[in-house]
Every structure is written in C-alpha cells, then in structure tokens.
C-alpha cells in the first residue's frame, strides 16, 4: 500500500512540475496565444536594454512587455506606471502565465518596473543592468520591492 502511494505521490509531482520545468527555456502550460508570447518574450533573453526601447534591438521595460504581449493584448499603454492601472488587480498567490508583475525599484515607493509572470514563481522582464532576463519573485531584491500583479489578458 505505501509503495502505491508514493508512486502516486511521485506521479502527481512529475505531473506537476511538467507545467513549468526549470530549465534554460521554461515550458508554460497556457492557452496557445499566451504560450506563443511567453516563447516570444524567452526567445529575447540576452537583448541588451535601453531606455524607451522598443524593439528587439534594446528594450525598456514596458517596451518589453508591449512588444511581446502585442498579439493577445495589443491595446495596452505605454509606461510601467500606466501599465499598473490596467487590466484586473491578482493577488500574488493566483498568477497565471502572462500576468503582468510590477516593483518599484526607485527611491520614492512607485511603480516603476514590469515583467510578465512565466510560472512557479519567475518571471522575465528587461532589467537595466543585464537586459532581457529571467528573475524569481522570492529572489530577496524583487521580494522586498513587489507593488503587485495586474491581468491584462483574458
């Protein structure tokens, strides 16, 4: 019997983690718009950044996410802080793939950052000092700076 159980067990947790595997491009289990968006933003890892970029020669921030979100949200505004006001507020505990993620990374508490959520707990965004990246929300740098999450795709 306890050997059944953990068979079972280990099968639930296989299950589980196919969702979304750790490895150097994370496989998203979403709709396949969405899906199509997250290989998009992952196929931009390692472009450099640049304010107000836009393109996959540098990208800021927001541009990132207007620019990889562009076929299943294409009518979203421009800046991070805009971007925040948008869509339908998530608690941080019911992301879903393509959920927006938003810090404040300055010195006056506002929005001033986004990503797009992957899965089990990372997300990918253009950061100022390594471009398009993959980052965790646990990492202790983007834990403590965390403003909220937004869904800005249905």
């Not at 931009?44 to 996959?56: D, F, H, R, V």
């Not at 000092?129 to 965390?146: N, T």
Request: glycine share 10%; net charge positive; with cysteine.
């Amino acid at each position: 019997m306890r050997k059944g159980l953990l068979l079972l067990f280990l099968g639930a947790v296989i299950a589980a983690l196919s969702g979304c595997a750790s490895s150097s491009r994370m496989r998203v289990s979403a709709p396949p718009g969405v899906r199509s968006a997250l290989d998009k933003a992952q196929d931009l890892i390692g472009t450099p950044y640049c304010g107000a970029g836009m393109t996959p020669d540098c990208f800021d921030c927001s541009g990132f996410v207007l620019y990889c979100l562009q076929n299943i949200a294409p009518v979203l505004p421009r800046t991070s802080s805009e971007l925040f006001a948008s869509g339908t507020s998530v608690n941080r505990s019911d992301l879903q793939p393509a959920d927006l993620v938003f810090f404040a990374t300055g010195k006056n508490g506002s929005v001033n950052h986004v990503g797009i959520y992957l899965c089990d707990g990372r997300f990918v965004h253009s950061s100022t000092s390594s471009g398009v990246i993959v980052s965790s929300l646990s990492e202790p740098y983007w834990d403590r700076r965390w403003k909220g999450a937004r869904r800005v795709v249905e």
